[in-house]
């Protein structure tokens, strides 16, 4: 059964920092990697996929991600951040061969503070 | 474009009480997904659909029961309400397998 970790519960950033959500996955065949994002009282919105194309992923608002099969890690990152990009964000994976069945990490709460 | 609409926004039953939760979407996608979020836990699948008369169950489907007698709508009805259902559940719909999840607004669930 597949899984996903994200390591981190509440992440705190200045306006202007770095960036890094992590997400690690267990899968027994090669997966689909999403990252969304939730603002509150609002449903879930794609920020970017991997699809097993490009291992360098980049999404909306900036942000990217990055493949490492030999780390199954598939952290989300942005270089600046910003007031706005603060929510709640969920890694989720999809086998391959699978009807769209996501399985999510619990979320990560981003604060970002002047 | 409404994407994927889902009503009511909000909901509170007794326990014990029936009620369907409504799912429509406009986008033509075979795949819809049911999902209950609760704090600490991300979302979790409870029944998902690849198409119409096509439904299976997901990690958590006990107390709850789906049909899809149409492309567009993926109703989930709850047959006897329980404390435990208190959460806020998400549609979802895709195109195909393993794309873009588009999903809906959410419907805040209380039972007491």
């Known amino acids: 059964a597949q899984s996903v970790t994200q390591l981190g519960s509440h992440v705190s950033v200045s306006e202007g920092a770095l960036v890094l959500l992590r997400c690690n996955y267990s899968?027994?065949?090669?997966?689909?990697l999403f990252w969304y994002v939730q603002y509150p009282n609002q449903g879930l919105q794609l920020l970017l996929k991997?699809?097993?194309?490009?291992?360098l992923v980049k999404g909306i608002n900036g942000f990217e991600a990055e493949f490492k099969k030999s780390e199954t890690s598939f952290h989300l990152t942005k270089p600046s951040a910003h007031m706005s990009d603060a929510a709640e964000y969920f890694c989720?994976?999809?086998?391959?061969?699978?009807?769209?069945?996501?399985?999510f990490g619990t979320g990560t709460r981003l604060q970002v503070t002047l | 474009n409404a994407g994927v609409t889902q009503t009511p926004k909000f909901q509170v039953l007794k326990t014990g009480q029936s009620m369907t939760l409504q799912c429509a979407q406009d986008?033509?996608?075979?795949?819809m997904s049911w999902y209950r979020q609760d704090p600490g836990m991300g979302l979790r699948l409870i029944h998902y659909?690849?198409?119409?008369?096509?439904?299976d169950q997901g990690e958590v489907p006990n107390g709850y029961n789906v049909s899809r007698s149409t492309t567009e709508d993926f109703p989930l009805r709850l047959l006897s309400a329980a404390p435990s259902q208190t959460s806020v559940y998400f549609c979802?719909?895709?195109?195909?397998?393993?794309?873009?999840?588009?999903f809906g607004q959410g419907t805040r669930l209380t039972v007491v």
């Open positions: 986008m033509n996608h075979e795949y």
């Open positions: 991997y699809t097993s194309a490009a291992t």
């Open positions: 659909s690849v198409g119409a008369g096509i439904t």
């Open positions: 979802a719909s895709s195109r195909q397998m393993n794309t873009e999840a588009f």
């Open positions: 989720a994976v999809s086998e391959k061969g699978t009807a769209s069945k996501l399985t």
């Open positions: 899968s027994s065949v090669p997966p689909y």
